[in-house]
């Protein structure tokens, strides 16, 4: 379900944005590429140090989207492209996938696991 084009641009550095629904309003948080870790099955692990009212909006509402992109790798009309995720999100804070996490980055409260439900190229 990941694109490959997308696998490449997880390998280079840019700012992802973590949107998820508030009560009246989206909200907006950002990471770095070098972040995600994708599983086998095609999930997102993002690790988190804060993102509170990101972990509140997904405890009423589990539906996410985030944003990807590098201009280092070649999109439709020339250099750079992004993705577009959409999925269901959860907060981890122990398990496998949780350790997982926390191998990569001590100084992380939880893991972000986002259940991809399409990643669509937008560049």
């Given amino acids: ?21 508030g009560d009246n309003s989206p909200h907006v948080v950002n990471t770095w590429n070098s972040y995600l870790s994708i599983t ?4 997102l692990l993002i690790p988190v140090g804060g993102m509170i009212q990101t972990e509140a909006n997904v405890e009423k509402n589990p539906d996410i989207q ?16 992004g993705f577009l995720i959409k999925g269901s999100a959860t907060f981890l804070r122990s398990g496998d996938l949780f350790d997982l996490v ?22």
């Fill in 40 to 43: 086998q099955d095609d999930q």
């Fill in 102 to 123: 926390k191998a990569r980055f001590p100084w992380i409260r939880a893991t972000l696991n986002i259940k991809v439900n399409s990643a669509t190229q937008t560049l």
């Fill in 1 to 21: 379900m990941i694109p490959d084009k997308m696998l490449q641009v997880l390998k280079c550095e840019g700012v992802v944005a973590v949107v998820t629904m």
């Fill in 66 to 81: 985030i944003t990807v992109g590098s201009r280092e790798v070649d999109g439709f009309h020339g250099p750079g492209t």
